[in-house]
């Protein structure tokens, strides 16, 4: 007869076979909780039988979400495992299922939920932001959209939000190079010339482009000229540079003229120029004679009047009779005649042009002048023009 392995006593009965062995229906018990298993299909753990609840209670994985274990299918997340339905979003309590899930302090959050909750929010519109590009300033979070209309800088050209390399030019205006490229440059103001800009502009003859900006004030006949050519020659002689009764006749020329009559090798591109004559008679000047003031026509007015002021600083010297001077002394001091005369305007113009006296990298016009100021800095003009009559040079 068989012995149970149970109870090693002979089966006479019913008996189970399992785990290798032949049991009393009896003895063939839970490992758990003691209780006859009486089931076909039971686990096993260590090769020791129990009930399935027993085992489950035992040795499943729990729920993180209800505590109980799980017995079907499971959620992995978070470091900790999930009955499916169970595994759900913090706040609105539904379960994930195959949504993607965020996590805040070991909490998850469906994405709908965490953005409001979390997110970040706009400092200027409060909306959420989401994935959306965003900027910081001050501390502050902005969306794209209230970011560029708060700080953006707008292209003066095309009028669009500057988010890429731009370019300031001297009157504060900026704008983005692609725009730029292949427009025509004022040659008073600089300015790009565009319809947004300058409201367009004009190409002369010889070249120049001009803005309509400038073309406001532009000069285009002697008789419009020569009034600010009196002006200007007025307020240079009450600064100690007067001419006295000579007569200035002015005379308006393009590019390719002023090129063509000037005869210094240092002047690639001249805008103005004075042409004088000296009568001798034995070896001796018995006339010094101002022949007509040249100047570019179609400047505006306040260019044309530094570009007036400076002929006429030449010729001043040429009417004073000063020596023969270095074209670094004379040039410098003729650039300092446009500087006066542009002190005085008080113009967003006269303050442009000074710039470009200021920033000249010329070797004759630009180190003279910067020499010319930083000798009128140490000496009051007239002191100046005496020592440069003198000794034929700027003062140390």
Request: proline share 5%.
């Amino acid at each position: 007869m068989t012995t149970c392995h149970g109870c090693r006593k002979q089966i006479s009965g019913d008996s189970i076979t399992a785990l290798g062995h032949t049991w009393h229906a009896g003895c063939f018990r839970c490992a758990g909780c003691g209780r006859p298993i009486g089931e076909n299909r039971f686990p096993v753990h260590e090769n020791r039988p129990y009930h399935a609840q027993c085992y489950h209670e035992r040795f499943s994985p729990r729920c993180a979400g209800c505590g109980q274990p799980i017995t079907g299918d499971a959620t992995t997340a978070l470091g900790k495992t999930w009955h499916p339905e169970h595994f759900v979003c913090a706040h609105c309590r539904r379960p994930f299922a195959d949504r993607n899930f965020c996590e805040r302090d070991g909490r998850p959050y469906c994405e709908r939920d965490y953005q409001e909750l979390f997110g970040r929010r706009c400092a200027a519109g409060k909306e959420l932001i989401g994935q959306r590009r965003f900027f910081e300033k001050d501390d502050k979070t902005y969306c794209e959209d209230h970011y560029w209309q708060l700080f953006g800088i707008r292209c003066a050209i095309g009028n669009e939000y500057l988010k890429g390399e731009y370019t300031v030019n001297g009157w504060g205006e900026t704008y983005c190079q692609a725009h730029a490229k292949g427009l025509p440059t004022c040659y008073s103001c600089q300015r790009v010339i565009c319809d947004r800009m300058t409201g367009g502009g004009v190409r002369y003859g010889d070249g120049r482009s001009m803005c309509n900006r400038c073309r406001r004030s532009a000069i285009d006949q002697a008789t419009q000229g020569q009034p600010v050519l009196l002006n200007v020659r007025k307020a240079l002689a009450r600064l100690g540079l007067d001419i006295g009764q000579v007569e200035t006749p002015l005379q308006l020329a393009d590019q390719q003229e002023l090129n063509r009559r000037s005869s210094k090798a240092y002047s690639k591109q001249p805008a103005g120029m004075a042409c004088h004559t000296a009568v001798t008679r034995n070896g001796q000047v018995i006339e010094r004679r101002v022949d007509a003031i040249l100047i570019l026509h179609g400047l505006p007015q306040e260019h044309f009047a530094a570009i007036a002021a400076h002929e006429l600083c030449h010729t001043y010297l040429f009417v004073n009779s000063f020596p023969s001077l270095e074209p670094l002394v004379e040039e410098g001091l003729c650039e300092l005649a446009s500087h006066l005369w542009l002190m005085q305007q008080k113009t967003p113009e006269a303050a442009f042009h000074l710039k470009l006296l200021e920033k000249n990298d010329d070797p004759i016009y630009g180190e003279g002048y910067r020499a010319a100021l930083r000798s009128l800095g140490r000496k009051p003009l007239s002191s100046l023009l005496a020592h440069i009559r003198r000794f034929g040079y700027l003062p140390g």
